[in-house]
Each structure stands twice: as C-alpha cells, then as structure tokens.
C-alpha cells in the first residue's frame, strides 16, 4: 500500500498516473467492516480490468473543518487508517486534504473533475449513504447519472450490520467511550487498539512492584476509564511477539485527587525498557472500573486480581 497526499501528488509520489483505478470512497475512521466491503467490492473490479484499488479518504475529517466543536474523536490516526485499508486490499489511499477550497466545490465539479478528469476513475465504490460536494448536495443518484456520461461504473455497498448494528464510525465511538470494546471489536473486526509513545510517569506502578508503560496516545478517543485486558505490541524494536498487558486508564484517585487522565499498561512477564518507543494495546475486554482503594495493600491486592483474571481471558 503506498499512501498519497492528495492527488495533486499522485505522478510525485508513486511516479506514475493510477492504472484503471477502481476507487472507493469515505473517510474511513476505523476501517470497520462496511469500510472493509467497499474496499472487498473495489478489489473484485479491479481485479477484473487489471486495474488497481484506491481508497480516496480526506483529511483531517471534514467535521473539524466545517463543525470544529461537534468533530467526532479519531478512532485512528491517518497513517494507521491507511495501513488498515492496505490490509484491507488498498493498494493506493489518497488523503486528499479537506480544505475550504476542497469543501466548496461542487457535487456536479467533485465528479466530473475530480473523480474522472483528475484521478481517472474506471469505477467508483460508495456506501449506501454517501454524500460529497459543497453542502453535501450529492448522492447516490446524482452520482450514478453523471458518472453514465462520464463512461465510468458506480457501485453502491449496501449496509453492513451485525448482530442487528449497522457498522458505522459513529456506533464504534459509542461503544469505545462506553468502556465496551467488545461492541467494538464485532464491529471493526479487529480489536479496539491505542497507540503511543511511552513516555516517563510519575514511577508509582514500578514503586509497588508492577512497572508500567505510560502512553502518550497518538488520537483523541480513548475508552471509558477503567481497568482492561489487552494484548501489547512493542512496534519499535525486533520483538514481534504479543505481550500480555493489564491497562489502566484513568486518574490514579488513591494517589491524587483531581489527576490527568493516564494510559498507563503493566506488560505481563516483561522487563525491557520501553521508553520512547511506539506500543499499541489492542484492547481485548474490560476487567473493572477504576476505583480509590483505602491503603496501597488493597491496591496492590486487586492488581495481583487483575493479572490473573487477564491471564484468564488472553491464554
């Protein structure tokens, strides 16, 4: 997968125009599985035509150029979202930057000039709901009459749902702040994850026995806080392997009152140092919420109960 910003960039970055691009569009936060069937769908045609798939996503979200105060939280940072489609069957994401300029073109423009004069669109791929141009004027309909005359295919992806829940960015978010990562995971098909540098805390987890990775999250969303089961990935280093973790996120109330909100992971049967490097905590289940503990050896009691019962969840 190579990721292009913008396609005014696409000869600079990948040194060549696109071949017979199937595209698939969307912002794509969280690569749930309806992101993944509109990129399975752009693969099967591409792969008819000897073409290619490209996922056209915008960046940043356009909620936080158009409604800054109402913008959802980022369920992944841009370069995670596209390695996600990569995975997915990508092999071209355009972030096409979402500037003032690019939000005031037209429906009737977006189409004609961006899709088929600028990124040569063989086939276009969108979801059941998809709108695009100034004031979200454009749909489905208007986007399969132009593109008729513009000599390029339209697929429409119709709604993916589980278990009676429609996949969705907006339902992914709900259950991540609700502390229900499970939700989360039947949705993406992966589980929910958070990524970050770790960086120096206060030394208090090392102080009682139980040294700990203090993240500093790359994106907003965080689950509710609480206590949780996760699986660490130390993406810096030659170390491939999962480690257990048991996270806290929270404020630490048995030691402070009114504290800053942590990510802090105690890696199960780990000793290295971590500092400054990259971890990401695929986040498997919710053990408890956090709770202020009358004396340390309470605290340091339920710890012990909580890597068991991590161990018991993640065998």
Do not use: W
């Not at 909100?261 to 990259?278: I, P, S």
């Amino acid at each position: 997968m190579q990721l292009v910003r913008g396609r005014a960039a696409i000869q600079a970055t990948l040194g060549r125009e696109l071949r017979r691009p199937a595209i698939a569009l969307g912002n794509f936060d969280g690569v749930h599985r309806g992101h993944q069937a509109l990129i399975a769908t752009a693969r099967r045609l591409a792969d008819r035509t000897g073409g290619e798939v490209v996922a056209l996503t915008f960046d940043p979200h356009p909620a936080r150029l158009l409604a800054p105060q109402l913008a959802p939280p980022l369920i992944f940072s841009l370069e995670r979202r596209a390695e996600l489609l990569g995975e997915a069957g990508a092999d071209v994401v355009i972030a096409e930057p979402f500037t003032v300029e690019f939000a005031a073109i037209p429906a009737e423009a977006f189409v004609t000039d961006v899709l088929a004069r600028d990124l040569r669109a063989e086939h276009v791929v969108v979801g059941y709901d998809f709108s695009f141009g100034k004031g979200r004027r454009g749909d489905n309909a208007l986007l399969e009459s132009l593109a008729a005359g513009l000599g390029f295919g339209v697929s429409i992806v119709r709604r993916v749902s589980i278990h009676g829940l429609t996949c969705s960015s907006t339902k992914v978010r709900e259950f991540v702040l609700e502390g229900r990562v499970e939700g989360a995971q039947v949705l993406m098909g992966r589980p929910c994850e958070i990524t970050g540098e770790v960086v120096r805390g206060a030394g208090r987890g090392r102080g009682l026995g139980f040294p700990t990775a203090n993240l500093r999250p790359e994106v907003d969303l965080l689950p509710k806080p609480g206590i949780y089961a996760c699986r660490a990935v130390i993406l810096d280093g030659a170390d491939p392997d999962k480690k257990l973790a048991a996270l806290s996120i929270g404020t630490n109330p048995t030691f402070v009152e009114d504290g800053r909100l942590t990510v802090e992971a105690h890696l199960l049967d780990y000793d290295g140092d971590l500092y400054g490097k990259r971890v990401r905590l695929e986040i498997m289940g919710r053990l408890r919420d956090e709770l202020r503990f009358d004396s340390v050896d309470a605290l340091v009691a339920q710890i012990h109960a909580d890597i068991a019962r991590t161990r018991e969840l993640l065998p």
